[in-house]
């Protein structure tokens, strides 16, 4: 029997201590992952799912790990006791047990850091004492092992190998499974269940001290509380989520809205508006949506093939098909498609895969191509380089035209916006951009829709909009868009965004941060919490 230095106390010697030391090393590997792909559906709704949010999130795990293999080497030296390794364990399943019940306070005191700063402190505070204490497992674990195998090498090697293999496990059955059929807050609380079982586990099996099971308790006590989120603001309008869900792509929520006879309904997905309909109508409540109808239509009014990427509320799509234009649609994720039928009404038919992959399998052609997709706060990048603003070219008839909805601004910082236009011009001979925003002093910004086809420049009447309803909420700034594009100059610091090199996911910075400000002073935090 192996007996711990300086402590002379008898330690667990068997095959069963080895295999439960082995088992350790695996679910702590897996689950270090689990915490690290969560954690992306946690800052999400708040910081958008950008490239900063996952810098950070990966910054903390390294630095949480890195310190944490030096304390738990430190301490296993001096405490080698499998007693101290297993109440390390028990403590970190009790830190991930407080991530949903402490998100809502740390999101709010990191919010107004921005949106860099921002995701790095929250990601530390809630993340980071769990992934440090489970960075002490491994040391430890080598440390009681090479005492009982004497075989330092392999003793080391295996260990590591089998803790590498649960982490590969646990990030696949993170972003496989976990997220899209457990929830955010179900598996976290199921990582902290494993935790404290794990803990408890050794103490009652190995040390016989049994009643320390009573600490399986505290998971299910420690439940942040879940239910529908229904509440009344100041100005009378009563807000209601009625859906909420974490799918592969995104956290999908639908959001009632009632102010007197009014009531709206509108998609979001990681907090960002993705349609929104009067209820009573089914109108659109949103500009943008208009002018991607419109435009094109009238543009080409014997248009008779539509090819949509990204489904959202169904809006546009709809409306095509309304007038008897053919339209497919193209949308990755088959969450937001059973959304739009359940609660939007929508009933045709949608490709679920991504878009650049369909456009670039494709052979049909169509008479209008419309795209509305946002990842986080930005059109993802592979959609707006410049090879596939090529496919969608080789996707439309000669006289075929494509619009996108995109976010962004001309007035101010604008070298982005200037870039995923300058990059559209490589491919088409007439591109015309349409703000569909009011500047305001200080928020230059907006949604833009950008219309682009070849030969040569088309007009139409501005007044054909009448011919069609047009929501009361947004008649007024559709009309005044609609009397035509504005001026486009150059910009000298706008690029042309190729596969190669395309930074949309960096530049404007000011732009996302404002525009998650702006979600975060328009949305009810219950709403995003929920």
Same mark, same amino acid.
């Given at each position: ?371 509305? &997709?946002?990842?986080? *706060?930005?059109? /993802?990048?592979? @959609?707006?380089? %410049?090879?596939?603003?090529?496919? =969608? +070219? ?101 690029? &042309?965004?190729?596969? *190669?090199?395309? /930074?949309?996911? @960096?530049?404007? %910075?000011?732009?996302?941060?404002? =525009? +998650? ?14």
């Amino acid at each position: 029997m192996m007996r711990h230095a300086g402590a002379h106390m008898t330690l667990p010697s068997s095959r069963g201590f080895i295999a439960y030391l082995v088992a350790t090393a695996v679910i702590c590997g897996a689950l270090v992952m689990v915490i690290e792909v969560l954690g992306s559906r946690v800052i999400g709704p708040f910081f958008g799912v950008s490239l900063f949010v996952w810098t950070s999130l990966i910054t903390v795990t390294l630095v949480a790990l890195a310190a944490g293999y030096a304390a738990g080497g430190w301490l296993a030296d001096r405490r080698s006791s499998p007693d101290y390794l297993y109440g390390i364990i028990t403590a970190a399943g009790l830190a991930v047990l407080f991530v949903p019940l402490l998100k809502a306070v740390v999101l709010k005191a990191s919010v107004p850091l921005g949106l860099r700063l921002g995701t790095l402190v929250s990601a530390l505070l809630l993340f980071g004492p769990a992934l440090f204490l489970l960075g002490c497992v491994s040391p430890y674990v080598v440390k009681i092992a090479t005492r009982e195998l004497r075989n330092l090498g392999r003793t080391v090697g295996g260990f590591y190998a089998v803790s590498t293999v649960g982490s590969f496990v646990g990030t696949l059955a993170t972003g496989f499974f976990l997220i899209g059929h457990v929830g955010v807050n179900r598996t976290f609380m199921m990582t902290g269940l494993i935790l404290v079982a794990l803990g408890a586990g050794y103490f009652a099996l190995f040390r016989g001290k049994w009643p320390v099971l009573a600490l399986l308790a505290l998971p299910f006590l420690a439940q942040a509380p879940e239910g529908p989120v229904s509440k009344v603001r100041a100005d009378g309008t009563r807000v209601s989520l009625v859906y909420s869900r974490d799918s592969f792509y995104g956290n999908i929520k639908v959001v009632d809205y009632e102010y007197g006879a009014l009531r709206t309904r509108e998609m979001l997905i990681d907090g960002l508006v993705q349609g929104g309909v009067d209820a009573n109508t089914g109108l659109s409540v949103y500009e943008y949506a208009y002018l991607m109808q419109f435009i094109p239509y009238a543009m080409h009014p014997t248009g008779k093939s539509c090819l949509a990427i990204g489904l959202g509320a169904g809006t546009v799509v709809r409306w095509f098909e309304e007038r008897g234009v053919a339209t497919e649609v193209v949308d990755i994720d088959p969450e937001v498609v059973r959304v739009s039928r359940d609660y939007f009404g929508y009933r045709g038919s949608v490709h679920i895969e991504d878009a650049r992959y369909f456009l670039a399998k494709s052979e049909r052609k169509y008479d209008f191509l419309v795209m509305d &997709v946002f990842n986080g *706060d930005t059109t /993802p990048g592979h @959609l707006v380089s %410049l090879e596939a603003v090529r496919l =969608v +070219r080789e996707r439309l008839t000669p006289g075929g035209v494509f619009a996108f909805n995109l976010h962004g601004s001309l007035e101010a910082d604008r070298a982005m916006t200037h870039s995923v236009i300058k990059t559209v011009r490589q491919v088409f001979s007439q591109v015309e951009v349409y703000p569909v925003y009011e500047p305001k002093p200080g928020e230059p910004y907006g949604n833009l829709v950008v219309i682009a086809y070849n030969g040569p420049k088309r007009s139409f009447d501005p007044a054909m909009a009448a011919r069609f309803p047009v929501h009361p909420l947004a008649a007024k700034l559709v009309h005044a868009s609609l009397t035509g594009p504005v001026p486009l100059g150059e910009d000298s610091r706008a690029i &042309v965004l190729t596969d *190669d090199f395309n /930074p949309i996911d @960096l530049r404007d %910075l000011w732009l996302k941060e404002k =525009v +998650r400000r702006n979600i975060l002073e328009t949305t009810d935090w219950d709403v995003l919490l929920g």
